[in-house]
Nanobody
């Protein structure tokens, strides 16, 4: 089993920055992708960014140029650097891990609130 623990959320003014962290523990072998999703009240959960085993990345159009996903394999951690934050970025952000396409794991979520 894999456990994911997120941190780094909080309140920030528009234009500010936050860095989210996600630490994976447990049976982490076989994890081939990790990513960040977000869900705002009344909205569907959406993919924000993902990073794959080969190092390639993917970003939602709404965050391109502002957010950067990275990983530290030695620490089994993934990060999301969020710059130039906008009120529409307000959501609960969830860390996600995919294990060989067979199992999917989720963190508990961390709240990001961006004020105007």
């Amino acid at each position: 089993q894999v456990q994911l623990v997120e941190s780094g959320g909080g309140l920030v003014q528009a234009g500010g920055s936050l860095r989210l962290s996600c630490a994976a523990s447990g049976s982490i072998l076989g994890i081939n992708a990790m990513g960040w999703y977000r869900q705002a009240p009344g909205k569907q959960r959406e993919l924000v960014a993902a990073i794959f085993s080969g190092g390639s990345t993917h970003y939602a159009d709404s965050v391109k140029g502002r957010f950067t996903i990275s990983r530290d394999s030695a620490k089994n951690s993934v990060y999301l650097q969020m710059n130039s934050l906008k009120p529409e970025d307000t959501a609960v952000y969830y860390c996600n891990a995919d294990q060989a396409g067979v199992r999917e794991y989720w963190g508990q979520g961390t709240q990001v609130t961006v004020s105007s």
